[in-house]
């Protein structure tokens, strides 16, 4: 298959639905072969499937990004299905809606229960590192790319979600240093901080009511949400060829709202 991914094999967390799951369709498009991963077994098979109608090539792996041994599973995936890995995309996490439905509470430091401050840093965070930690001794010829998602969460403080902000900006770090000291081996690290993205993790949340669509709309600067396509098309840019001379970078895909 031609495209700007040919010949390259990218594991995709959290694909079954969303930003995950736009990009491993558009990845598939330009010609990847995907391994799709998400906590629930019934998504995994619907991306896999959607991908293979479309003529694409993938793979699905059902499993916890926060466990080890799942992580590994997932990861040994690209290599017995498709003998290769290229590229790491961490996309999973939780927060807002998906936070809420496991009964998670997004609180302020003083109100966030010890508990709830884990399991958002075991998914969000630790997840990442998993999946760097496994994946990067994975890599063909030890070379590839990792595209990791905080968000502009990250960027700003929050008054009422301080482990998300926390995880996501302790996503943003771990980039740098993932770029600083596998860069000579030929591994690419960056951060996509996606804005306010029209998906199931805000819909009942942020996005509730046209009300509340308008007026994150008109406080931004191009004027409208943003979509998975946004996101997936930067991630497609960071993943191919085109950004080579690009890693260690925290880049917001926000329609402005952090200029
Ligand atoms: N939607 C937004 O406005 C927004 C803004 C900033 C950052 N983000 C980030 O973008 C990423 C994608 O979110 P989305 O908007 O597509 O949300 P989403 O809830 O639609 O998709 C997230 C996916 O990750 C999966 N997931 C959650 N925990 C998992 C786990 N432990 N193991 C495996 N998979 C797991 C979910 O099942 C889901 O399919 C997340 O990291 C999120 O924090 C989203």
Redesign the pocket.
Known sequence: MSGQLAGRVAVI?????????VAAQLFAREGAKIIV????QE?VTKAVDSIIAAGGEAAGVA?????AD?VQRVLAAAKEKFGRLDIIY?????????TERMGIKMDDTVNCTVEDWQRIL???LT?VFLFCKFGIPLLHDGRGVIIN?????ALKGARNAHA?TAT?GGVVALTRSLAVTYGQQGVRANT???????????QSV?LSSNATRDAIASGTPVGRI?T?RD?AELALFLASDASSFITGQTIACDGGATA
Do not use: H, W
């Open positions: 967390t959290g694909s079954g639905r969303g930003q995950g799951l991963n998400d906590l629930d998504s499993g916890d990004v926060a466990n799942d961490n996309n999973a996490g939780i927060g807002f809606s998906a075991d998914i969000n997840g998602t905080a968000s502009i969460a998300y996501k996509i901080c996606p804005g306010v993205i029209d998906t199931e993790m805000i942020l943003g998975p996101i």
